[in-house]
Structures are given as C-alpha cells and as structure tokens.
C-alpha cells in the first residue's frame, strides 16, 4: 500500500511539471506574439525584409584604415618600408574602396534618394561617390597637417607629433570628422554620423559631420565637447573641454532640419572650458577669447575680450577643537 501511495506521488509530480512546462511555453508563444506585434505597431524602430543591411563594423574598419593611410606608419603591427609604399597604399585603397562602395550602394538604396533605381544605378552612383571621396585624401592630409601642428604649438604638455597622433582623443575626433564631412558633402546617409560617433564613443568630442571647420583647429583635452550640424568654424581655433556650440533651441525639432541653428566662430578665436555659445544668428568675431563657464546668445564682435563675472567666494578659519 506505502509503494502504491509512492508511485501514485511521483506520477502526481510528474504531471504537474509537465503541466508547469506547457504553462511556460504558452507564455513564451504569447510573449513572442507579442513582441512581433510591437515590430508591426513601430516600424520605424524595426528594419524587415530589408536584403540590404549596412555592416558597422565593415564601416568601422575601413575607417581606421582610412586613418592608417592619413597616418601611415603609426596604427600599423609592422614597419612600413618605403621601398614598398606604394604598394601598401594601393592594397589599402583596394581595401577600402571595395568595402565602403558596397556600404554606401546599401545606405543609398535604403533611402528616398534613390527610390526607383536599379542595382546597377544604385552600385554606379556609389562608385562615383568613393571615387571622389578617396580623391579627396591629399587635400584632407593637408588640413591634418595644420591641425597637428596646431596641437603641437597650442599645448606645451605636447612633445612630440608622435603623441599627438597616437595619444590625443582630440586628433582622433577632428581626423575623423575630417573624413565623415567629405562623405557629408558628397550627401552619404547615416555612413558619416556612423564614423564620428564611433570617435565620439571613443574620446568624448561631439562634432557633428556637417559642422564646417577651418584649418589649425585645435581641441585641447576635449571631453564633453559638442559642436552641432550647422557651425561655421574659422581659421586657427582652440577650444577647451566642455565647450557647447549648439543651438539655442530645439523645440520645433524637425521643422528646423536644413536651417541654421548653430553660431559661427572667427579666426584666432580662443573658448575655455565649460563655455556655451548658441544660436544660429550668434557670430563670434575673429581674434575673440572667451573665458571659462560663460553663456553666450548674442554676437561678439572682433578683437574682444569675453567673461563672466566670477562668483564670489567667501572664506572662513577652520578651528579645531581639541578635547580632553
């Protein structure tokens, strides 16, 4: 009877899991149901039956190969023997060429701007782009130029142009922008916002592809820095952490896509750290210097001086109380 009462028991438990375990799978079935739901509810939040997806990490790499070509023989494994350059920039260019046409094929066919095209169409605009985006890498090292010795004669802690490329997040940053703004300018979607948020991850530095920056362009440590879509940036600017060139509002949101939203900055302009300067129709004359912790929405002309005034600090004797 005590062996009967044990079987009956243990085919109870046995039922009752199995029970549990249907339970577990109806509630998966309707979570998945669910969540396929909310994809069909939010389209825009879901890319389906889509054959062309981007690869990040392809975009990624070609970006540092990119940077290896603007800085050849500082993020190589192997020294880079001059007798064989030109074939290590040809094998490069290969590299990079093959790759980002087909990335740049994919964000072009994604998007209204060539809605209705062919395949071919599609992959001959691409070709075109890149063709003339890697045309643009002489000029873009000629800038890069400028900006190292920027970094080099703005910051004393500076040695060498070796740490300024291998150890600067700003030159980092501002390489990186460099080339996303010629893909910009050539109108490449979401690939040029890919790249300089990558760098933005790495170091910080917020600078928008579309931002329109001069040669000499200095960021001195940088973290916190943001300088959005449609700033105008002078000739031979240094600007220090936590400066903010943004727009003073944005709360018509997509209705001021395409305006100016941002303020320009003249040559030789000098901003300190933790400054905010806003608004499209703010201009910053040439030769200005502004002060830390300043907030600026009015224009300033050239040649000023710009600060706030500094708080006032009070200061009071510490006593030490002794006991016995």
Not at 159 to 176: A, K
Request: aromatic share 8%.
């Amino acid at each position: 009877m005590e062996e009967r009462t044990k079987l009956q028991q243990e085919v109870a438990e046995e039922l009752e899991n199995r029970s549990g375990q249907g339970e577990r799978i109806r509630a998966t079935e309707m979570l998945v149901n669910a969540v396929a739901e909310s994809y069909a509810k939010h389209k825009g939040c879901a890319r389906l039956d889509q054959d062309r997806l981007l690869n990040k990490e392809i975009l990624i790499d070609v970006l540092e190969k990119l940077r290896e070509i603007l800085f050849p023989g500082y993020y190589e494994q192997e020294r880079i023997r001059n007798e064989y350059l030109k074939y290590i920039i040809g094998e490069k260019l290969e590299y990079i060429q093959y790759h980002l046409k087909k990335q740049v094929a994919v964000v072009l066919g994604n998007t209204e701007l060539c809605d209705g095209c062919t395949k071919s169409m599609i992959n001959a605009r691409a070709e075109d782009i890149v063709d003339q985006f890697l045309g643009k890498i002489p000029q873009i090292r000629e800038i890069l130029a400028t900006d190292v010795q920027a970094f080099y004669d703005g910051d004393p802690a500076a040695y060498n142009t070796d740490e300024i490329i291998l150890c600067y997040p700003g030159m980092l940053t501002v390489s990186t922008y460099r080339l996303a703004h010629e893909l910009w300018l050539l109108k490449v979607p979401l690939i040029p916002r890919i790249w300089t948020e990558y760098a933005h991850s790495k170091t910080g530095i917020d600078i928008h592809p579309g931002a329109t920056i001069g040669k000499y362009f200095f960021i001195d440590h940088g973290t916190g820095i943001v300088i959005g879509e449609t700033t105008l940036i002078g000739e031979n600017v240094k600007i220090y952490q936590g400066v903010t060139l943004g727009a003073l509002s944005t709360r018509k949101g997509q209705k001021l896509k395409g305006k100016r939203r941002h303020p320009t900055i003249g040559d030789n302009v000098t901003i300190y750290a933790n400054t905010t300067v806003l608004g499209g129709d703010t201009v910053i004359g040439s030769n200005v210097t502004i002060a830390g912790n300043t907030f600026i929405i009015d224009s300033v002309s050239s040649n000023m001086k710009v600060s706030s005034r500094a708080p006032e600090l009070e200061y009071s004797s510490v006593h030490q109380t002794h006991t016995k």
